[in-house]
């Protein structure tokens, strides 16, 4: 048995035609029998680094019976010259989150995948409070367990105020190690309450990493890295997948 919060994420590789350029995280995301992966934006288009891939592929387990069985799906990012992504825009500019539609009837039959919901989205904010244990579960520097495809899990704890806007920007802290390749992996606590509609996927979805904080003036020779990371919080889906 694998446990569904790590069927729920993929890892995630960036391509322009057949050339890989980058890795990353993402997770699925279900809503009225629609299917998403969830990555972060600066996964699919960065305009600072000129990261401009057309598609993205992503690992499917396809046999249950072998979890080490995985098939390489291609998710389109343009239909012409529009992107096929949902991103979202807030009161502080562009939140670090997307949404890519995977049509389901495309998928083969035996595809074994979670998915959260909106139902796994925090309820009341007053349910995680600062110091509060956290995971963090993608593919750092690619690194995964690769005999059977699947994701590690970093711990983390929330370092600031949840449900605050961090400096007036739609995302919170965590206080965790982290490293490239983790970009739009979810940040997830266990299950404080006996809300329904979860399944087996025992999980809160908090957030969406994105990437570490650090100070500019830090003085690299006598300052260790802050070790504090942005995570957008995760109630933008609902946004996204109107």
């Given at each position: 048995m694998i446990e569904s919060l790590l069927l729920a994420v993929?890892?995630?590789?960036?391509?322009?035609?057949?050339?890989?350029l980058t890795n990353a995280t993402g997770f699925f995301f279900e809503r009225d029998d629609r299917l998403y992966l969830v990555t972060s934006r600066h996964v699919v288009l960065d305009e600072a680094s000129n990261h401009r891939p057309d598609?993205?592929?992503?690992?499917?387990?396809?046999?249950?019976?072998?979890i080490g069985v995985v098939i390489q799906w291609s998710i389109p990012l343009y239909g012409g010259n529009q992107p096929l992504w949902r991103q979202g825009v807030d009161s502080a500019g562009s939140v670090d989150v997307v949404a890519v539609e995977i049509h389901r009837t495309a998928l083969p039959e035996t595809i074994l995948l979670s998915a959260f919901t909106p139902a796994h989205l925090v309820a009341e904010l007053d349910q995680v409070e600062v110091g509060n244990p956290v995971l963090i579960v993608g593919f750092p520097l690619g690194f995964h367990d690769n005999l059977h495809h699947l994701p590690v899990a970093r711990q983390a704890v929330i370092a600031s105020a949840f449900g605050i806007r961090f400096q007036g920007q739609g995302y919170f802290l965590t206080d965790a190690r982290m490293h490239r390749g983790t970009s739009g992996a979810p940040v997830v606590a266990r299950v404080t309450d006996d809300r329904s509609g979860r399944g087996d996927l025992a999980w809160m979805l908090l957030g969406v990493h994105s990437a570490r904080m650090d100070m500019a003036d830090r003085d690299i020779?006598?300052?260790e890295r802050l070790d504090l990371n942005?995570?957008?919080y995760a109630d933008v889906l609902l946004k996204l997948t109107e």
């Open positions: 993929t890892r995630v590789s960036t391509m322009s035609g057949e050339k890989p598609r993205l592929e992503i690992e499917l387990h396809a046999d249950a019976k072998n020779d006598q300052d942005c995570a957008w």
